[in-house]
Protein backbone atom coordinates (compact mmCIF):
# COMPACT_ATOMS: atom_id res chain seq x y z
CA UNK A 1 0.00 0.00 0.00
CA UNK A 2 1.45 3.03 -1.22
CA UNK A 3 1.10 6.72 1.49
CA UNK A 4 -1.56 8.25 -1.02
CA UNK A 5 -4.02 5.10 -0.14
CA UNK A 6 -2.87 5.36 3.53
CA UNK A 7 -3.69 8.75 4.37
CA UNK A 8 -7.55 8.22 2.16
CA UNK A 9 -8.16 5.34 4.46
CA UNK A 10 -7.11 7.22 7.36
CA UNK A 11 -9.14 10.79 6.41
CA UNK A 12 -11.75 7.86 5.66
CA UNK A 13 -12.15 6.47 8.96
CA UNK A 14 -11.88 9.53 11.00
CA UNK A 15 -14.88 11.45 8.52
CA UNK A 16 -16.73 8.24 9.42
CA UNK A 17 -16.17 8.23 12.38
CA UNK A 18 -16.76 11.87 13.51
CA UNK A 19 -20.28 11.79 10.86
CA UNK A 20 -18.94 13.83 8.22
CA UNK A 21 -20.21 13.22 4.20
CA UNK A 22 -16.94 14.44 3.03
CA UNK A 23 -14.16 17.09 2.10
CA UNK A 24 -15.19 20.78 1.33
CA UNK A 25 -12.34 22.52 0.01
CA UNK A 26 -12.22 26.27 -1.91
CA UNK A 27 -13.96 25.43 -5.35
CA UNK A 28 -14.62 21.67 -4.65
CA UNK A 29 -16.06 18.74 -2.44
CA UNK A 30 -15.66 15.29 -2.70
CA UNK A 31 -17.88 12.55 -0.88
CA UNK A 32 -15.98 9.83 1.41
CA UNK A 33 -17.04 7.26 -1.38
CA UNK A 34 -14.85 9.10 -3.76
CA UNK A 35 -12.38 10.46 -1.53
CA UNK A 36 -9.55 12.71 -3.13
CA UNK A 37 -9.94 12.45 -6.66
CA UNK A 38 -8.13 15.33 -7.19
CA UNK A 39 -5.08 13.03 -6.17
CA UNK A 40 -3.23 16.49 -4.50
CA UNK A 41 -5.65 16.75 -1.24
CA UNK A 42 -4.15 19.89 1.05
CA UNK A 43 -4.49 20.13 4.55
CA UNK A 44 -4.84 23.74 3.77
CA UNK A 45 -7.62 23.55 2.05
CA UNK A 46 -9.73 20.66 2.40
CA UNK A 47 -11.99 20.78 5.74
CA UNK A 48 -14.13 18.11 6.56
CA UNK A 49 -17.51 18.82 5.35
CA UNK A 50 -21.42 17.20 4.92
CA UNK A 51 -23.12 17.40 1.83
CA UNK A 52 -25.74 19.74 0.83
CA UNK A 53 -28.57 19.84 -2.08
CA UNK A 54 -28.11 22.97 -4.05
CA UNK A 55 -30.44 25.23 -4.53
CA UNK A 56 -30.89 27.48 -8.52
CA UNK A 57 -32.78 30.81 -8.59
CA UNK A 58 -36.04 29.92 -9.75
CA UNK A 59 -36.22 32.43 -13.00
CA UNK A 60 -40.20 32.16 -13.28
CA UNK A 61 -40.18 33.76 -10.56
CA UNK A 62 -37.47 36.21 -8.95
CA UNK A 63 -36.60 35.98 -5.38
CA UNK A 64 -37.65 32.45 -5.08
CA UNK A 65 -35.11 28.98 -5.42
CA UNK A 66 -35.81 25.35 -6.79
CA UNK A 67 -33.93 22.91 -5.61
CA UNK A 68 -31.84 20.97 -7.95
CA UNK A 69 -30.31 17.41 -8.55
CA UNK A 70 -26.84 18.79 -7.79
CA UNK A 71 -25.15 18.92 -4.43
CA UNK A 72 -22.45 20.81 -2.70
CA UNK A 73 -19.64 20.13 0.46
CA UNK A 74 -20.19 22.50 2.88
CA UNK A 75 -17.56 23.14 5.44
CA UNK A 76 -18.78 21.65 9.10
CA UNK A 77 -21.09 19.55 10.24
CA UNK A 78 -24.77 19.02 8.99
CA UNK A 79 -27.74 20.82 11.32
CA UNK A 80 -29.05 17.71 11.67
CA UNK A 81 -26.04 16.44 13.20
CA UNK A 82 -25.49 19.44 15.25
CA UNK A 83 -26.70 19.05 19.34
Known sequence: MNNRWAIREIVKNWLITHGYDGLAGEDCGCEINDL???????IYQCRAGHKEKFFWMNEDKPGSYREGNDWVMVEGKAYRDCK
Open 36 to 42: MPCDEPS
